[in-house]
């Protein structure tokens, strides 16, 4: 062996100033490439097994990265599924207890007591800030990869995926409100999403609580019994109106043995009935529903720190849950509202109309849509998570995750179109021209006309 290397093999040969180089370098080299400072200078077969197993990683994470380049819903879906998330969670532990493993190895291998005493607490305080991210990021990665199994486990179903109809995805959004003065829950805003489901392009389709005469689609339940619409011959068994929003609490507290199978495919009678209501009157085929519980929603909002709301006009925050009292007002202006505030500017009613809170209400799914970036939901995964799997029940299968999660990058990079089903539109909620509402949202969803060249 030459003069060199021989320090790295041999040590005690080596001056202060060699042993405290050769301290640098197998501090270095265990960063860089675990299981080289082993070889070099230790447990050759330590080294090699570190070695195969970072050369094995590095190639996998090349291989994956390729993958995602030209197919990104195969390594999302992979690791939105339980079984992926397991796996990348025992792959993760694994290597976090390999590198504890040989970054203490290396620790032994230096010999501090031979380096110069000036560069001992800085080449020991340096490892052990090495140590601490390679095994601590690992340890977390694996830590939330768990987490996050158990989260989309509690939220999205095991169930079959849904092809597209005419190249759409439609999604029922109902925004619950389980009030005091309320019987049970009843959605306080309801809305069709509509996304291409090759471009991404989104399309909202709002619907007004107060719609009468509601249609349901071919076969619906519910529709047997009002044929002509809800409530329209002899009234409905919901006291207070037989109106849209009124269909949820009649089918989940008056008629759940019309939807025996809801709660066992995900549902419930209250979300199916609804569901059937929302085809009727857009005559969309809706493939799944995404129901968020409003009182539940300032968690969500709070875990994601917040929300920035350009508020258009003077809106009110009320001292009572029955909308009569007013603490305070939200100016014109950017505003940055934390749950709280977020809720009360999405539900007021003092002084404003049913419609007013239509757009509010889709102004904030907006903005939440927007500012919910990857990186701000992975930051604060927990508070996230823990919100979400309280606040939103949903019927999407987990195995349509990937698949979403790459359809809305897309949609996030084109503006979203918004049909609000409201008197400036022609819509009489009171009488409403249910023919002639299919074929505006029909025109809407038209695809743009190619571009003759």
Request: glycine residues 10%; proline residues 6%; hydrophobic residues 45%.
């Amino acid at each position: 062996m030459s003069s060199v290397t021989d320090p790295i093999r041999h040590p005690n040969s080596g001056s202060a100033r060699i042993m405290t180089t050769r301290a640098w370098w197998l501090v270095v080299l265990n960063f860089v490439l675990p299981g080289s400072a082993q070889v070099l200078a230790g447990n050759r077969r330590l080294g090699r097994f570190g070695l195969r197993a970072s050369l094995t990683l590095v190639t996998a994470a090349i291989i994956v990265g390729v993958i995602y380049l030209f197919w990104p819903e195969a390594v999302l879906t992979v690791f939105t599924n339980t079984i992926g998330l397991w796996a990348a969670a025992a792959v993760l532990a694994f290597y976090a207890l390999t590198w504890l493993v040989l970054t203490v190895n290396t620790l032994g291998l230096i010999n501090l007591r031979r380096a110069a005493p000036g560069a001992r607490p800085i080449i020991a305080a340096f490892s052990a800030a090495l140590m601490v991210v390679v095994c601590g990021t690992a340890g977390y990665g694996a830590f939330f990869a768990t987490s996050a199994s158990g989260f989309l486990s509690s939220v999205f179903v095991a169930g079959p995926s849904e092809p597209p109809v005419d190249g759409r995805y439609n999604i029922l959004l109902l925004g619950g409100d389980a009030g005091a003065d309320r019987d049970g829950l009843r959605p306080d805003s309801m809305s069709v999403v509509s996304i291409d489901a090759t471009t991404g392009q989104a399309t909202t389709i709002s619907m007004p609580r107060n719609l009468e005469d509601v249609p349901f689609s071919a076969g619906s339940s519910l529709g047997a019994l009002y044929p002509e619409g809800y409530g329209s011959i002899d009234g409905c068994d919901v006291s207070g109106g037989c109106m849209l929003n009124a269909i949820f609490t009649e089918a989940e507290l008056k008629r759940p043995e019309y939807y025996p199978n809801a709660v066992a495919e995900g549902s419930s009678p209250g979300v199916q009935a609804t569901l059937e209501a929302a085809q009727g009157i857009t005559g969309l085929t809706i493939q799944y529903f995404v129901l968020i519980d409003m009182q539940g929603f300032s968690e969500l909002i709070d875990a994601l720190g917040g929300v920035d709301i350009d508020v258009q006009n003077r809106v009110p925050v009320h001292t009572d849950e029955y909308f009569n009292k007013v603490l305070f007002w939200f100016e014109p202006g950017m505003q940055h509202m934390d749950g709280y505030h977020a809720l009360w500017f999405a539900r007021s009613r003092h002084g404003t109309s049913d419609y007013d809170r239509m757009q509010r209400q889709t102004q904030m799914q907006e903005a939440l849509l927007a500012q919910a970036s990857p990186a701000n939901v992975l930051t604060k995964f927990q508070g996230v998570a823990a919100a979400s799997s309280r606040v939103v029940k949903t019927d999407v299968p987990q195995g349509m995750l990937g698949y979403f999660v790459n359809l809305a990058s897309k949609t996030k990079e084109l503006p979203v179109i918004s049909v609000p089903l409201i008197p400036e539109n022609g819509v009489d909620p009171e009488d409403p021209d249910y023919s002639a509402i299919q074929a505006m949202i029909a025109a809407a969803l038209e695809p743009a006309p190619t571009p003759t060249p």
